[in-house]
């Protein structure tokens, strides 16, 4: 057995050539077998989760927001089946296809989820508040995120693969870096709403100061910073990771993967289950429909309105 490793060992060493019989553990993308238990919490808990946003999506018909959690919770319930069957194998590519990829793709769809909230909350406050017409915040913010969605898919999947994995690393790292900017630039723009939402305090919608008033919303306000929050944490931290390449330190330490990526996404997720935002997006619906030119209209603006005032 000794004679049949000093010969396998030298051509293994090249690490693509590893097998469980061939290589130290630490020869393997992750350096170490994943928490057992660790992972089945997760994997329960996400899968608990995307079951829970289907059914509160259907029930709401808030169809949009339903595909972009449900299959952000789903992906992230198949990325730790792949992490429990790299217990078995931490150096089949196949399995780690299956971890990679949905991992790191998930908290894009569940970015997008959070992009689709402003435009509601700014319906809800009046239109005026915004500087561009809300509409225009889904389009711009969920179109760089399926642009984000498509790069780190593809580098993922060419990073599994093996054979061009610093290829695959760099373009996931286009992917998280635009990710990352969106996600700052969504936060810039949404703070500056909600000064110009607090300056004018005393002229918003009339019809939904019952809505403005309620617990419901005031949680739902909490849970959609919350999210946000956690989201660009996790994104951030997964830049680091990725920035020394594959193996690197950071990669290899699962408490810091669990808690900067794990718990941060199922945070974002879980905070939106138990305030989910369908009743925002039926209300803001609702306003549309009785007032659709303030809904829309953009060039009805606070600022305009202060500067004729000014005048």
């Known amino acids: 057995m000794e004679s049949l490793s000093s010969l396998l060992l030298p051509r293994a060493q090249q690490r693509k050539f590893c097998t469980v019989d061939t290589c130290p ?13 660790a992972n089945i919490f997760f994997l329960v808990l996400f899968a608990l989760s995307f079951a829970a946003h289907t059914f509160q999506g259907v029930r709401s018909k808030s169809w949009t927001f339903l595909i972009a959690f449900a299959v952000g919770a789903f992906g992230e319930a198949v990325g730790y089946v792949g992490r429990l069957l790299l217990r078995k194998d931490p150096f089949s590519r196949q399995y780690l296809t299956i971890m990679l990829v949905p991992i790191t793709v998930a908290p894009a769809f569940l970015a997008g989820g959070i992009y ?16 561009i017409a809300p509409r225009w915040y889904t389009w711009i913010f969920v179109a760089c995120d399926i642009f984000s969605i498509c790069v780190q898919s593809l580098g993922a999947g060419i990073a ?17 870096s635009s990710q990352v900017a969106t996600l700052v630039i969504f936060g810039v723009m949404a703070i500056d709403v909600f000064m110009r939402i607090r300056k004018h305090s005393g002229s918003f919608n009339a019809s939904t100061a019952t809505l403005r008033h309620s ?18 944490l996790r994104c951030i931290y997964r830049i680091a990771e990725m920035a020394g390449g594959w193996r690197n330190k950071i990669m290899q330490d699962e408490p810091t993967f669990i808690v900067l990526d794990s718990c941060m996404c199922l945070i974002a997720c879980v905070v939106l289950n138990f305030f989910h935002p369908g009743f925002l997006f039926h209300e803001s619906q609702a306003v549309m ?15 305009t309105d202060t500067e004729r005032t000014s005048k």
Do not use: C, Q, W
Request: no cysteine; charged share 15%.
């Open 289 to 303: 429909k009785a007032e659709p030119v303030a809904a829309t209209n953009d060039t009805e603006m606070i600022a």
């Open 25 to 37: 553990l630490s020869f393997s993308v992750y350096g170490y077998l994943p928490n057992k238990g």
């Open 160 to 176: 599994s693969t093996g054979t061009h994995p610093e290829t695959g690393n760099n373009i996931m790292m286009v992917g998280l």
């Open 215 to 232: 617990k419901r919303y005031k949680g739902l306000i909490v849970a959609i910073i919350t999210a946000y929050v956690t989201i660009t």
């Open 116 to 131: 689709l909230t402003l435009k509601h909350l700014i319906i809800v406050y009046g239109a005026k508040f915004s500087r």
